[in-house]
């Protein structure tokens, strides 16, 4: 794919000091004390930027799309998590003369993974990254919302969904949220749900399905890898069907799948790798893009028309080859 390099150095630094910075930092995302250390962090850096903070949710989106509509070259640092990511991507998307990038201040960053395992500290040297290359990366249309990672629907999604709830009751901490979550749904609620998906050749119609996950990128769910060689910048996305199964069953495949080993289980896992998915049920069905919760009866997912341009560290690397191994 079409990459623009930057040279380190001094060419390096005058392109810097040519293009607005703009960071849009969260301070509701992560651990309080990360904000503060950010803080300090762009106190010392040796180039002109501006910073502003997020007091609700939109504001992310609203102040990137302030910083596009002036037409200047602008790099865009989404500091917080993969929701305050896609706030971003959907304000900068289709705008050629915007750059945007995650600074990994929220608990999961999911998205970030695909640069490897070190992802966090290569990230955290911003010196690097305001220099670093940017790749025009896809884009997922979920029913007019944009997504640059996962979107995903069925247990999985109503267990994401779920947790924003648990996170308020006293003394649950973010792991113990979790575990209610899937407890609620995997043991009371029941795994599967009828419903009906189009995606290539394979129709399934209004049958009990576990999840179905549409894949740009290769991380969900605080560490899900469903299709380890899936690419971002390859106009294709990987969509993954799950059949009915029991929970035992469930529990016993979790894992398999997280691991990206769907390949193994075509027998339970359908997989299709194309451009558009469409999926609906007689129920409201809870959809998560890139974190962000979505409920409808009937959802077209698609590859965007629009890209959007990705910046990362020069030693930073999202081939599957060098970010993960797949098995």
């Given at each position: ?280 049920a007689q129920e409201e069905i809870t959809a998560v893009v890139d974190g962000e919760v979505m409920r409808d009866t009937a959802f077209t997912v698609c590859l965007s028309e629009k890209k959007v341009n990705f910046f990362y560290p020069a030693g930073a690397g999202y081939q599957p080859s060098r970010a993960v191994k797949i098995s």
């Amino acid at each position: 794919m079409e990459q623009m390099s930057v040279k380190s150095g001094r060419n390096g630094m005058e392109f810097v000091r040519t293009m607005r910075h703009l960071f849009i930092i969260n301070p509701a995302a992560g651990k309080r004390r990360t904000t503060q250390e950010l803080e300090v962090m762009l106190d010392k850096l040796s180039f002109p930027h501006e910073v502003v903070y997020t007091k609700q949710a939109g504001d992310a989106r609203r102040f990137t799309e302030a910083a596009v509509r002036t037409g200047e070259p602008v790099r865009i640092y989404a500091c917080g998590g993969d929701g305050t990511l896609n706030e971003v991507v959907n304000g900068a998307a289709g705008y050629s003369h915007a750059a945007i990038t995650n600074v990994p201040k929220g608990t999961g960053n999911d998205f970030l993974k695909i640069f490897g395992p070190n992802c966090r500290s290569l990230f955290y040297n911003l010196e690097e990254l305001a220099i670093g290359p940017e790749t025009p990366f896809d884009l997922i249309d979920c029913n007019g919302h944009l997504g640059i990672d996962v979107v995903c629907a069925g247990v999985d999604a109503r267990v994401a969904a779920d947790v924003h709830r648990y996170k308020d009751w006293w003394l649950v901490s973010g792991i113990g949220a979790y575990i209610l979550a899937l407890a609620e749904n995997v043991l009371f609620k029941g795994i599967a749900r009828p419903i009906s998906v189009q995606m290539g050749d394979i129709q399934w119609e209004n049958q009990p399905a576990c999840l179905l996950c549409v894949c740009n990128g290769r991380y969900y769910g605080g560490g899900f890898m469903p299709v380890g060689d899936a690419m971002p910048d390859d106009g294709i996305l990987d969509v993954l069907l799950v059949k009915k199964v029991g929970r035992f069953t469930f529990l016993r495949l979790v894992d398999k799948y997280a691991k990206g080993l769907y390949r193994q289980y075509p027998e339970l896992i359908l997989s299709h790798h194309g451009q558009e998915v469409t999926f609906s049920a007689q129920e409201e069905i809870t959809a998560v893009v890139d974190g962000e919760v979505m409920r409808d009866t009937a959802f077209t997912v698609c590859l965007s028309e629009k890209k959007v341009n990705f910046f990362y560290p020069a030693g930073a690397g999202y081939q599957p080859s060098r970010a993960v191994k797949i098995s």
